[in-house]
Nanobody, 112 residues
Framework: QVQLVESGGGLVQPGGSLILSCAASGSIARLGNMGWYRQASGSQREFVAQISTIRGTTIYAGSVKGRFTISKDNAKNMVYLQMNNLNSEDTALYLC?????WGKGTPVTVSS
């Protein structure tokens, strides 16, 4: 079974940027859609962004559209999430997803 491992989280000041990475242990082209979700403390998990590993088409949550960019590298079996102009509401555990597959997440904290 393919495993997903996230990295790149950390502490960033408001207005700053981070790039999250999701490494898949197998071919992402076979997974179809891959995405990012996030879960803030005490809140439900919410959708952030999704990309088709075949067509490259993307979908974003309204709260991140224009600030976040999801991308992929099929050759490296990687999916990325470029996050710009971060604010405190972006603080959460960010998880990589494909269907029923989930990574363990990487934490992002936006604070001055």
């Amino acid at each position: 079974q393919v495993q997903l491992v996230e990295s790149g989280g950390g502490l960033v000041q408001p207005g700053g940027s981070l790039i999250l990475s999701c490494a898949a242990s197998g071919s992402i082209a076979r997974l179809g859609n891959m995405g990012w979700y996030r879960q803030a403390s005490g809140s439900q998990r919410e959708f952030v962004a999704q990309i088709s590993t075949i067509r490259g088409t993307t979908i974003y949550a309204g709260s991140v559209k224009g600030r976040f960019t999801i991308s992929k590298d099929n050759a490296k079996n990687m999916v990325y999430l470029q996050m710009n102009n971060l604010n405190s509401e972006d603080t959460a555990l960010y998880l990589c997803n494909s269907g029923k597959l989930w990574g363990k997440g990487t934490p992002v904290t936006v604070s001055s």
